[in-house]
């Protein structure tokens, strides 16, 4: 998606240690224009997979995750990650190692909006070794959901997440593909 | 908000203690259909004070503020409760006691994201007590932005919020005034 690369390239700021900065317009800040694009081109990718449920993980996930289900007119559901006072103690939980926080993160999705036979689209901001989502494909099997697809907004070869996934056996599509990160450059995969 | 309110009625659910269960449409599962409405209605509501910016905190303020930018055409701010690694060391913060979890909460904002002269709406899920609202509105004075608003998708009079913010003078609107939750009955101001 070339807007969506150009915006990379822009603002984007390579941290080190395969960290992409993209506060500006995705993780602390959400430029709402070019993300209801990015929900309307995920939304299109999966036309034909019959999705009616989108999946995510909070917190910025959450943001990819509402655009992606406005353009697909089905409700979005977003894993806890601490259980708030309203979930009921029978629920789903599977741990994920966290790729920025260096230890583990529980995700947690209450059985009342997770039933047999929904088919669910995951979307995140991004994927990068993959760990997050094949904790929530876990969820979704458990509960006996239809996993019908992965999208997210960036994805990082380099961190190996496609592979992690490519058992699951679902089309995967990424909006701004990267292939590297080094000194400061950004290179695209395509 | 009529179909808001007819949402809340149908499953919305008491807990006891003032904690109205909205899982299925607003916290955990999100109807985004009904978002998009909450987040122009806010916007149609504020459509004159000239805003540049929405704010909102992690995690279910994302949403409607969203939804009421993308009506508005500005971007979006969320407050962090916890520090990226890609959040800088100098930032604004700001300590709030939670209401539903009992303890207090940070909330952190970029200074490269919250400058002098922007005219800011405050977007949230809930007010309840008003506590983590007043102190959003501290963190935007600290950086000399304007306060211009107030909006939320659900307001509970009975936990005084209102009263708390009214300093503020700013206009506060709120989609769904719930003036009391007794014996699992819901009933609004109007």
């Known amino acids: 998606m070339e ?17 992409l900065k993209v506060d500006s317009f995705i ?3 959400v430029d709402v224009v070019l993300m209801k694009q ?17 999946l995510t993980v909070e917190i910025s996930g959450i943001a990819p995750a509402i655009m992606t289900a406005l353009a697909l007119g ?5 894993a806890r990650k601490t259980k708030p006072i309203t979930m009921p103690d029978l ?6 190692p ?12 209450s059985p009342e909006y997770l039933r047999k036979g929904d088919r669910v689209l995951i979307i995140d901001d991004f994927l990068a070794s993959g760990q997050t989502i094949l904790a929530l494909v ?43 990160m080094k000194d400061g450059v950004i290179t695209f995969a395509d």
Chains 1, 2 share one sequence.
């Open 74 to 78: 089905v409700p979005v559901v977003y």
């Open 38 to 54: 990015c929900g309307e081109e995920l939304a299109r990718r999966f036309a034909d997979v019959h999705v009616t449920k989108v």
């Open 138 to 180: 876990r969820l979704l099997r458990a509960a006996g959901a239809i996993v019908v697809g992965v999208g997210t907004v960036v994805e990082k070869t380099f961190e190996g997440g496609r592979d992690v996934l490519k058992d699951i056996g679902v089309p995967i599509e990424s909006l701004a593909i990267i292939k590297a």
């Open 3 to 19: 807007a969506l690369k150009a915006r990379i390239l822009a603002e984007g700021r390579d941290l080190g240690s395969g960290i």
């Open 91 to 96: 629920l789903y939980l599977a741990t994920a």
């Open 27 to 29: 993780n602390h800040q």
């Open 98 to 109: 966290s790729h920025t926080k260096g230890q583990t993160v529980d995700l947690m999705i």
